[in-house]
């Protein structure tokens, strides 16, 4: 026969009421955060993988705030190459016109000031893409190992300065000699129509769209990379929501389970407690006269 | 005569009853007392010698219902269990210090990157800069919250242990003082009291949580005990005090050991290794580091540029500092030698300077027999003249006077013909006062034999005398470098070399083509403020990786050991539950045997006083009859 001793049952029942007190807790503590993972210890498995896709959708962050940049400088910058290319057919039509002998003197002078009108516009759209002191070949991080410009190579760069400064001296009057001597001759470049057929030359040439330093190649060329957003944006839309999800698996409670494990736990506590009440009243003593 | 004797022998039925009642109650009192092994009478009839007949009955001894093997499983699966519920108090803490995955330091961690982000892709955004500054102080304060609480709980490791130390050399004491109560009881003819075995088995059991010991109890009940290190703790009636610096073998001193050289050790210097990168970028302004090393891979100097994030700030005074100064004015050159030493030379740094300083380290001689001040000439132990300080003029002219063929440059120069350099050359040599425990080479240099980092403390701005070499020295004491040199000093070499490792890698910059900043861009403004912000921004995105991985398996071990750990604890809880239900099975109180005991001394003890009843009324009838 087995002796059972006095302080077995309450030592049972001490051990037993404590499991089911910290499942009850836990549980708890499951349903009021809505986590299963709330320290590495709750599954060291997860835990870092959680960790890892945190991270990954933290990144997604970066890459998107990188991609709406990037998309908006690609687009000023394609836009601004796209105004320049325009004004450059502007010259064209204009040079053709200089060509033409039938024009007077007083026709030429009026193209000339068109001309020069252009000119100034084209060096301020130069300008506004010279970013100065921000640098050029600057570029930024769109998705793991992809990069996007987010301003002119200094290639590029080099090639709009070029062409402001060769179609300056195509255009503009200027000192034939000393600078500083007002009486010195001028040279003006567009009086003749010779000096219309150098302009239109450069012009053309700056409109072969073989030629990779082009405006308009550039312009096409910055805003292949703009349509390259949508298609990046999208993948990594797709990516994101599966990344959230596997976050959330890994992570979150399965609230339904959770609360179903609630109502076991506080069911085998209150029946440990009741068995426990009833059997810690049971001696032989109460018996004894 | 018969009828005395009868009264006689009822009396001692009587007082053996009793006597017995007296057990009965003591088990029923004891009933919940720990440790406490139920008692039972022996009885036995009194014979006289020689006697004839029954003569009455009396108490032979006292006993306890004890299992000498159960008592010793119940002390081995203790220190086991101690052992690993005191580690899995600690683990816990740890584990929670570490907070959920995703939040907490990792989180700022995000927050950090996410910042230098934003000013790797635009430096020139204040809002952005300042965000970094803001999200680095986070990162920092953190890291540094994080430090203390495991400093925390070292130090509570450390109070504890010392407190189990007081308490074994206690029991001991206690131990010895039972053997004592033993050996009077047996000298005195009688048995060993239960009492005092069960006192020695308790003392017993709690030292086997304690630490783990060697048990060996002798046939007369005396115990001789020892750590299984092999430190006597009790010998007889001697006990020997447990000296602090003995290792614990098990129990809760064998898991206290294990925290401090293993477990918590290894978290510890984890979480200050791998994490301290981020202290680093914090206290250091996450300078830049440029380096050279020679074909052989030797670190020939290290480039240090006080720019990077401190820049991120432009004001007037950094942007002078990097603009108009050329990046100079905060620069430095670090000659490391093959035996560890810093030679600092001073700004402004040239690519001539560096020239010279790489020539200076090609020619093979070791930094540990040189010694300079500004103004003097620099000699070897030998008093050979290695740099005149004649020839430093400020007009800036080098002299080497040992002739040797050193590639610098693509170029194969001379030595041994004046260097002409643009600027002053100084040599300074960075002394230290041993702190990481090297060995002593003497003249108060020190080597060492791996490729830790070595020092690359605050910039040079000025000639340096002996007092500003003092200077210097107790400033790098109180760096963030010294601290981690320290930690080296205390045993987490491994892992905080590790982690210095991915703070330069982090950083590092080879391209010795940055010595040509600052850039001017075509139209002559000199325009790299912006572009060195992003270009530190840059540098630390680069090494990002290697954090966040640090960071994801620091997160995987911590939770790894606490549940291999609780998987341990669940099992030695069952056995020892296990071996507990064992024991009150032999020797717990069973409060209806103790019932039906005391019902069945009622009984008897009525029986004998029934007895002296019939007897006393035998006497009487007789009395009568005379």
Avoid at chain 1, 25 to 39: A, D, F, H
Avoid at chain 2, 160 to 165: A, N, T
Avoid at chain 2, 336 to 348: K, L, Q, W
Avoid at chain 2, 362 to 371: F, R
């Amino acid at each position: 026969m087995t002796r059972v001793a006095f302080d077995s049952s309450y030592r049972t029942a001490t051990d037993q009421l404590g499991i089911a007190a910290s499942r009850l807790q836990t549980s708890q503590e499951q349903l009021g955060s809505g986590r299963r993972v709330m320290k590495s210890s709750d599954d060291p498995i997860a835990a870092p993988k959680i960790l890892q896709l945190s991270t990954s959708l933290g990144r997604m962050d970066e890459y998107d705030n990188n991609l709406n940049f990037a998309e908006e400088r690609l687009s000023k910058l394609s836009d601004h190459l796209s105004r320049i290319g325009d004004l450059l057919g502007n010259l064209k039509e204009l040079s053709v016109q200089g060509i033409n002998g039938t024009y007077s003197a007083q026709d030429r002078a009026a193209m000339r000031t068109s001309a020069q009108s252009t000119l100034d516009v084209i060096n301020g759209f130069v300008a506004a893409i010279d970013e100065g002191q921000f640098g050029v070949d600057r570029t930024t991080l769109v998705s793991d190992g992809t990069k996007m410009p987010i301003s002119l190579t200094s290639t590029d760069l080099a090639a709009l300065k070029g062409l402001s400064a060769d179609l300056g001296v195509l255009i503009k009057n200027r000192p034939a000699d000393d600078p500083d001597d007002p009486d010195a001759a001028q040279i003006e470049p567009l009086s003749t129509a010779a000096g219309w057929k150098s302009l239109l030359a450069k012009i053309n040439n700056e409109l072969d769209l073989t030629t990779d330093s082009s405006a308009l190649v550039m312009g096409v060329r910055y805003g292949a990379q703009y349509q390259q957003v949508d298609k990046i944006r999208d993948t990594r839309g797709a990516l994101r929501l599966d990344t959230q999800r596997v976050v959330s698996n890994l992570r979150d409670a399965d609230i339904g389970a959770v609360a179903i494990a609630l109502s076991r736990d506080k069911t085998v506590l209150e029946n440990l407690q009741a068995s426990f009440a009833r059997i810690q009243g049971m001696s032989l003593f109460s018996f004894l006269r | 005569m018969a009828g005395i004797s009868v009264l006689n022998i009822a009396a001692s039925a009587l007082a053996t009853t009793r006597a017995a009642m007296d057990v009965s109650a003591n088990n029923v009192a004891n009933a919940s007392t720990p440790g406490y092994s139920r008692q039972r009478v022996i009885v036995g009839d009194l014979v006289k010698g020689g006697g004839v007949g029954a003569n009455g009955v009396g108490v032979e001894s006292i006993r306890r219902n004890a299992s000498e093997l159960i008592e010793r499983q119940r002390r081995t699966t203790s220190t086991a269990l101690a052992q690993a519920q005191t580690l899995g108090g600690y683990l816990g803490s740890i584990d929670g210090l570490m907070g959920a995955p995703d939040e907490g330091i990792a989180k700022a961690l995000n927050g950090f990157y996410s910042s230098v982000n934003d000013v790797a892709r635009e430096p020139e955004n204040r809002a952005y800069r300042a965000g970094l500054l803001n999200s680095i102080s986070l990162v920092k304060d953190i890291y540094a919250q994080l430090d203390a609480r495991l400093g925390g709980l070292r130090d509570n490791v450390l109070a504890e242990r010392k407190g189990v130390v007081d308490r074994i050399n206690q029991i001991s004491q206690a131990l010895a003082g039972t053997n004592t109560g033993i050996e009077l009881d047996l000298g005195a003819g009688r048995e060993a009291s239960p009492s005092l075995l069960d006192q020695r088995d308790n003392l017993l059991l709690e030292l086997s949580k304690l630490n783990d010991v060697e048990v060996n109890i002798q046939n007369n009940g005396t115990v001789n005990v020892k750590a299984m290190t092999g430190a006597n703790l009790v010998t007889g009636v001697t006990a020997s005090a447990l000296a602090n610096t003995e290792i614990g073998s098990g129990g809760t001193l064998g898991a206290l050991d294990q925290l401090l050289k293993g477990e918590l050790a290894a978290v510890t210097a984890t979480a200050s290794g791998r994490l301290a990168s981020l202290n680093t970028i914090s206290t250091s302004n996450a300078n830049e580091f440029f380096e050279v090393t020679d074909t052989n891979g030797q670190r020939l100097y290290t480039r240090t540029l006080s720019v990077g994030l401190n820049a991120l700030d432009l004001n007037a005074e950094n942007r002078a500092k990097i603009v108009d100064q050329g990046m100079v004015s905060d620069t430095r050159v670090s000659l490391v030698s093959p035996e560890g030493y810093t030679i600092s030379g001073a700004d402004p740094l040239t690519k001539d300077r560096v020239a010279a300083t790489v020539r200076f380290d090609a020619l093979g001689l070791s930094v540990d027999n040189v010694e300079a001040e500004a103004g003097s000439d620099l000699t070897d132990d030998n008093g050979s003249v290695l740099f005149e300080a004649g020839n430093v003029t400020p007009a800036g002219t080098v002299r080497t006077t040992t002739p040797a063929v050193i590639p610098v440059d693509g170029q194969q120069p001379t030595l041994g013909t004046p260097v002409e350099t643009v600027q002053p050359y100084q040599l300074y040599v960075v002394r230290f006062n041993n702190p990481r425990g090297l060995t002593d080479l003497g003249n108060g240099y020190f080597a060492e034999t791996d490729n830790a980092r070595k020092d690359t403390s605050s910039p040079v701005t000025n000639p340096v005398t002996t007092q500003d070499t003092n200077a210097r020295e107790a400033a790098f004491q109180t760096s963030s470098n010294w601290a981690r040199l320290r930690g080296v000093y205390e045993g987490f070499k491994a892992d905080l070399f590790r982690a210095f490792g991915t703070t330069v890698d982090n950083l590092k910059v080879e391209d010795i083509s940055e010595f040509e900043l600052p850039k001017t861009l075509a139209d002559g403004t000199k325009t790299t403020d912006y572009q060195l912000v992003a270009r530190a921004a840059n540098s630390l995105l680069a090494g990002r990786g290697r954090t966040e991985s640090d960071m994801t398996r620091l997160t995987g071990e911590v939770g790894q050991r606490k549940v291999s750990n609780d998987a341990v604890t669940t099992t030695l809880t069952s056995m020892s539950t296990q071996i507990e239900s064992e024991r009150s099975r032999v020797s717990g109180v069973s409060m209806d045997e103790e019932a039906l005991d005391l019902v069945r001394l009622q009984q008897a003890y009525a029986g004998a006083a029934k007895v002296v009843d019939v007897a006393n009324k035998m006497f009487d009838t007789l009395i009568a009859a005379l």
